[in-house]
C-alpha cells in the first residue's frame, strides 16, 4: 500500500505541471473494470486519480445522463460528466487509502442509486466538516458497486462506519472528481426558518389565549339590553292616570306577568 502512494504521489507530481491547462477527457482510457461487486480499489481507480488530478479550473464537461450510466454502467466507464448533487455527507471506506481523496455520499435527480464521490482536492481546500448542502463538478464515472449504506437515512454518518465493511448489499454509482464548489450545509439556514415559525406559532397561540379570556370576562359581566319592546312595556308615559287602569296596561303589555298582592 506504501509503494502505491508513493508511485501515486510521483505520477502527479510529474504530470500536473505540464497537462495543468488541459480539459478533462471525454474518456478516460481505464483498466477493466468490474461493476456491481463489493466497493474495493482497482487498477482503475490509480488511473483515474492520476487523469484528474491535471484537470485545469476552467475544464467544463458536459451534463451527465446519470440513468443512462446506472442502467448500463460498463458502457460508460471513463465518462467524464458534470454533477450537480443535493446534500453530501462526508464517509469512510477502507477501499481506498489514497492522500488527498476525500469520499462523499449523495444523490442526484433521476437515479435512485446513491452516488459515491471521491474527489481529489491536493491544494487542502477542501469542505470545511463533514456535511455540505452541495456539490458541484466534474467527475469521471468508475464504476457501480456494492456497499454497506446502512446509515443512508441520516445524515450524520460516523466516520467509523466503513462502506467498505459487510454487508455489502446496496447498489451504489462511483465518480472520481476534482476541482469541486460546495456549498454550505443548510441546518444554519433551517434552523432559523423553524425559529421563526416557532415564534409566529407562539404569538398565535398567545393572541388566541388573551383574546379567549376576553371573550370569558365579558360573559361573565351580564349587559342590561333593552329592547324596543321592553321600553315600550314599561314606559311611564303612555300609563293611564288611574292606578287601576295603570295596572291593567301593565299586565296586557307584560302578558299578565305582573301580579299585584
Partial sequence: MCDRRLILAALLSITLPLIAQSPPPDEAKLPEVVDDQPLAADPALDALVVDVGAWSAT???????????ASDPAAHHGQTVHLSTGPATRVAS????????????????????????LIYEPDGSGALGDQVGS???????????LANMR????????????????????????????????????????????NLVAALLIGGALLFLVRRLALRRAAR?????????????????????????ALAELRRRGGDTITHD
Fill in 135 to 145: 456539490i458541484e463538478l466534474n467527475a469521471t464515472f468508475w464504476k457501480s458497486a
Fill in 221 to 245: 359581566r351580564p349587559d342590561r339590553v333593552i329592547s324596543a319592546a321592553s321600553e315600550e312595556t314599561w314606559n311611564d308615559a303612555n300609563l293611564p292616570d288611574e292606578p287601576a287602569e
Fill in 151 to 194: 446509515s443512508t437515512s441520516s445524515r450524520s454518518r460516523p466516520e467509523s462506519t466503513d462502506l467498505a465493511a459487510p454487508p455489502a448489499t446496496e447498489r451504489i454509482l462511483v465518480f472520481v472528481g476534482a476541482l469541486p464548489r460546495y456549498s454550505p450545509a443548510t441546518a444554519d439556514q433551517s434552523l432559523a426558518w423553524g
Fill in 94 to 117: 477502507s477501499a481506498f487509502d489514497i492522500p488527498h481523496l476525500s469520499a462523499w455520499q449523495t444523490s442526484a435527480d433521476l437515479v435512485s442509486e446513491p452516488l459515491l464521490l
Fill in 59 to 69: 475544464a467544463a464537461a458536459p451534463a451527465g445522463n446519470l440513468a443512462a450510466i
